[in-house]
């Protein structure tokens, strides 16, 4: 013990000069966005990179129970092409949401968090594959979040988990709208608020988005009403909601971003400035 306090002694100047230098430089990055954003970009390309190693790894060893699933799926269409007479079962066409005006990109998630308070997703694509900044990010069974940074080659996506989100969702039967959020305790569930009393509600109630922000279609499923009580101030509801992507094991995923959003977003502008 005596001799590390020697050492920093004898070094006392090299010390304090480090830093201070660590300082300066986030000051320096705090300070100006163009550093700010130079930094999480740097940030997000060597994270990435560390993540598409772990994700092959475990790719790797994981190849035993994807080729179980593949070996399920071939079964189950052979079955169906030996015995064509076999009928195939219904598509609702009327549950499937419009994604005629977006553009849909897939995507392999490399990293997911869902066990802290601001949780991300990372996806292997980025710039270069033409991802941007507030796109929307689904599963095949419902929402996953929202792009939050973009590297030439990753991008982050915050996550429906995470205490910062909001997103616009509805009553599939009501389309009575509120704001979906999560209180950070269980990964499988969230809540909406805003609901107003009057809307007629139930347990089992399906949740979808809402298509007002020009991020998610309109009709990309969200989950279930679990319960609900009317909340201690004001006159609505305070809905949880369980969620039909399973959030602690999303691997595949589809980026969605509205063809016309630049011209919303200028109109939407433009009628901001006049007021």
């Known amino acids: 013990m005596q001799q590390i306090i020697d050492f920093f002694i004898r070094n006392k100047n090299f010390v304090l000069f480090f830093v201070l230098f660590l300082t300066a430089i986030g000051l320096t990055i705090n300070a100006h966005s163009y550093h700010k954003n130079r930094y999480v970009s740097s940030a997000n390309f060597l994270s990435g990179t560390i993540y598409t190693f772990k994700s092959s790894i475990t790719d790797y060893f994981d190849l035993k129970t994807q080729n179980e699933k593949l070996t399920n799926e071939n079964k189950q269409l052979r079955e169906r092409l030996q015995n064509i007479k076999l009928p195939l079962p219904p598509i609702d066409t009327a549950a499937m949401p419009s994604v005629k005006n977006y553009r849909v990109r897939n995507a392999k998630v490399i990293n997911n968090s869902y066990g802290k308070t601001k949780n991300q997703l990372t996806i292997n694509k980025g710039a270069l594959?033409?991802?941007?900044?507030?796109?929307?990010?689904?599963?095949?069974?419902?929402?996953?979040?929202?792009?939050?940074?973009?590297?030439?080659?990753?991008?982050?996506?915050?996550?429906?988990?995470?205490?910062?989100?909001?997103?616009?969702?509805?009553?599939?039967?009501?389309?009575?709208?509120?704001?979906l959020v999560w209180d950070a305790k269980k990964p499988n569930r969230v809540q909406l608020k805003e609901i107003p009393r009057i809307a007629p509600i139930a347990v089992g109630d399906t949740i979808v988005t809402d298509g007002r922000s020009a991020i998610f279609p309109e009709g990309i499923p969200i989950g279930t009403v679990q319960d609900f009580v009317v909340e201690e101030v004001g006159d609505y509801y305070r809905i949880n909601v369980n969620l039909f992507t399973d959030m602690t094991s999303v691997k595949y995923v589809y980026l969605v971003s509205r063809k016309d959003r630049a011209e919303i977003k200028e109109l939407e502008k433009e009628a901001t400035d006049v007021e």
């Open 129 to 179: 594959d033409s991802i941007q900044i507030d796109m929307g990010v689904i599963s095949t069974k419902g929402i996953v979040g929202i792009v939050s940074h973009v590297s030439n080659r990753f991008a982050s996506v915050q996550s429906v988990l995470n205490t910062q989100s909001q997103i616009v969702a509805k009553f599939k039967k009501s389309n009575h709208f509120g704001t």
